[in-house]
């Protein structure tokens, strides 16, 4: 079954790049349709619902550094019941055999009052988005392309377009597209590497005793284990279930990526009591990001090949990562792909 008619963007991964290429199209009045593979947009930009309770278990907060970031976030704060605040200024480091250290604060750290899926969800409005989506197969149609793929009911259908844009990691992008790229591309393509993040998820009974913090950044303090640890419910306001969400640093997680997960569970649960104490365990999660932090990226913005008709963008270019990283890839892609027509 064909999605639509054909349009000049198929754009593979609603991935944060992916929804800013799409929502620069759509402004300059220039079609783009979305595919994604999982029930929402924004990937790891993600927030589950847990018993009534809001939890980010992906990306955990935002800053907004460049000129058309912080004017975007300006405008999302100024609006009536925006739910947009600053989580904080900055977090302490938790230093082995030293426990909390304090820290300079820096640039303001943006939180959604809903969760951090609410950034994906607002920059997907109004965008053409197929969720649910799983591609299996990229392929010339005339002189554009067309995507088919299978959705979460195994009902096969297909998008076509003029241009491919490929919001993937590499890992998952050159077995898809790569025969279609220059040797040079699926060469740096490969080079690419990711930071894996094992996270757990904690609801508790009572909130970690003698707890001033909100956040500890245990990465900066060399922790063997774990990478970050958050009182996620500081987020929500007052009254919040207490919850915590620990990430596994990226050394341990890959080292123990294929782990089950129970094992997992026990292991950052142990990690985390050292840090705070005997904890009121009500419930605990666990969730597996293979691609949590790119370590070596590509070696530009954005990956663009007119005369193929090929376009790449994601927190894999080099844009720093993180979430304002992976929208500027979006962003940058869009303005050179518009540029040149």
């Known amino acids: 079954m064909l999605i639509g008619e054909a349009t000049e963007f198929i754009v593979v991964g609603a991935g944060l790049a992916g929804l800013a290429f799409a929502s620069d199209a759509r402004a300059h009045r220039r079609g783009a349709r979305l595919l994604d ?119 096969t259908v297909s998008a076509e377009g003029k241009t491919l844009v490929l919001n993937l990691p590499p890992t998952q992008l050159l077995p898809l597209a790569g025969e279609f790229l220059p040797e040079e591309d699926r060469a740096n393509l490969a080079a690419v590497e990711y930071a894996p993040a094992w996270t757990l998820l904690l609801r508790l009974g009572r909130d970690v005793e003698g707890a001033t913090w909100k956040a500890l950044d245990c990465e900066a303090g060399k922790h063997p284990m774990l990478a970050w640890l958050s009182r996620d419910h500081t987020k929500r306001g007052p009254g919040a279930e207490p919850v915590l969400v620990a990430h596994g640093s990226g050394d341990w997680s890959r080292q123990h990526l294929e782990e089950d997960p129970a094992v997992v569970k026990e292991a950052l649960l142990a990690a985390v009591t050292e840090i705070t104490g005997p904890l009121e365990v009500l419930d605990a999660q666990t969730h597996r990001w293979r691609y949590a932090l790119c370590t070596k990226p590509f070696p530009d913005r954005s990956l663009f090949r007119p005369e193929l008709g090929v376009a790449g963008c994601g927190d894999w270019c080099d844009v720093g990562g993180r979430v304002e990283g992976a929208l500027t890839s979006g962003w940058s892609l869009a303005g050179r792909v518009f540029e040149a027509g």
């Open 37 to 155: 593979k999982g029930r929402g947009v924004g990937g790891r930009v993600a927030t589950r619902r847990w018993d009534g309770a809001r939890v980010d278990h992906g990306a955990q907060f935002f800053t907004a550094k460049g000129r058309r970031f912080e004017a975007f976030v300006r405008a999302w704060r100024v609006e009536p019941g925006s739910g947009l605040a600053v989580w904080a200024s900055g977090f302490p480091a938790y230093e082995v055999g030293k426990g909390v250290v304090e820290r300079e604060p820096g640039h303001p750290r943006y939180a959604p009052l809903n969760g951090m899926s609410e950034l994906p969800r607002r920059l997907s409005r109004g965008l053409d988005v197929c969720t649910g989506v799983t591609v299996k197969r990229i392929e010339r149609a005339g002189e554009g392309w067309r995507v088919t793929g299978e959705t979460q009911a195994g009902e």
